[in-house]
């Protein structure tokens, strides 16, 4: 059955930006197994860093129409590490960029299209259908027309990042200078790196199993804490998360998705046994040096909080 295309409001680059903040805040927010969260810190993340770090985005968002995918990636990172010292939200950031500038471009594109039709300049008033479809489409205009300075500026962010796992590779290397472009690079790396496969396959995950799943949940939680821990419960057991394989192993990782997927057998947030389940995943993964920390995980949610707030300013 096709999508079916909700109207939204026309939304401007700073509201834009805003809901990339607001989806980074509401995700570290929400109760999620094995996270940093308001109730959890880890010793070298607190809660505090990921909400400064929410707010230094911001700049870096608004921009993003103005710019390349890449020095949005860098800017945003470099302005989040004047402020902290650890990575709390390069993955965010990586998934964000591409998302905000494709909005950006969907939005502008359909005012001007309304504003010929009319004949008259688009006001704040104007209103124009934008669907998960042509966003997506956008989105992969924006992947598409990656360059080697994206891919530049990109490795020069995670490089500032430091996240940790990450490892040496072969080919395209984030310890060299790139030669190729951010989506072959991403390309390259998309079998050991769940964030890198979106950039291959326009965002398959975000919106083909995530965001769905979080508009379900809030349709049936009317909670938006409650729907975000059921979207990241559903994505962890569809999709073994690439930060803890990179910490612990593949089979470590297929081996957290199976718990997800025993607590959503049993209703996930929606039932008595499924928090009960639930509380057993958390303290599963809260080893002392966070290596079965849900990372990826985490960041692919971020990704469909956004989306659904461009739907429904109304959510929070």
């Given at each position: ?16 930006a805003?809901?990339?903040q ?122 598409a ?66 965001y ?28 073994p ?10 089979d ?45 995980t ?12 461009l ?6």
């Open positions: 059955m096709p999508a079916v295309e909700k109207e939204i409001p026309i939304i401007s680059r700073t509201r834009i805003q809901a990339a607001l989806a980074c805040l509401l995700e570290v927010s929400a109760p999620k197994p094995g996270n940093v969260n308001r109730h959890n810190d880890f010793a070298d993340a607190r809660f505090a860093d990921f909400v400064i770090s929410a707010v230094a985005i911001g700049p870096a968002m608004e921009g993003a129409a103005r710019t390349g995918v890449g020095h949005t990636i860098w800017r945003a990172i470099r302005d989040t590490q004047r402020l902290v010292r650890t990575n709390t939200n390069l993955g965010m950031v990586l998934l964000l960029a591409p998302l905000v500038k494709a909005c950006s471009y969907t939005h502008s594109s359909q005012a001007e299209r309304k504003a010929r039709a009319e004949g008259q300049r688009r006001n704040s008033q104007t209103r124009s259908k934008v669907g998960d479809a042509e966003l997506r489409e956008s989105l992969a205009q924006v992947l027309a990656l360059t080697v300075e994206d891919a530049l500026r990109a490795y020069a962010a995670i490089r500032l990042a430091r996240p940790g796992g990450l490892g040496q590779t072969s080919q395209a290397d984030v310890a060299s200078e790139p030669s190729i472009t951010l989506y072959q690079a991403m390309a390259l790396a998309q079998e050991r790196d769940a964030l890198a496969r979106e950039y291959a396959t326009d965002f398959a995950i975000t919106f083909e199993t995530s769905p799943a979080l508009k379900d949940a809030w349709h049936v939680s009317g909670d938006l804490s409650t729907a975000i821990v059921q979207a990241h419960l559903t994505t962890l057991a569809q999709v998360d690439t930060l803890i394989a990179r910490k612990r192993g593949t470590m990782a297929v081996q957290v998705s199976r718990w997800a997927s025993d607590v959503l057998a049993v209703g996930g947030v929606f039932t008595a046994q499924g928090q009960a389940k639930l509380a057993e995943l958390d303290r599963a993964l809260r080893d002392e040096g966070h290596t079965l920390n849900p990372g990826t985490a960041d692919l949610t971020t990704a469909a909080i956004f989306l659904l707030l739907h429904d300013w109304q959510v929070p």
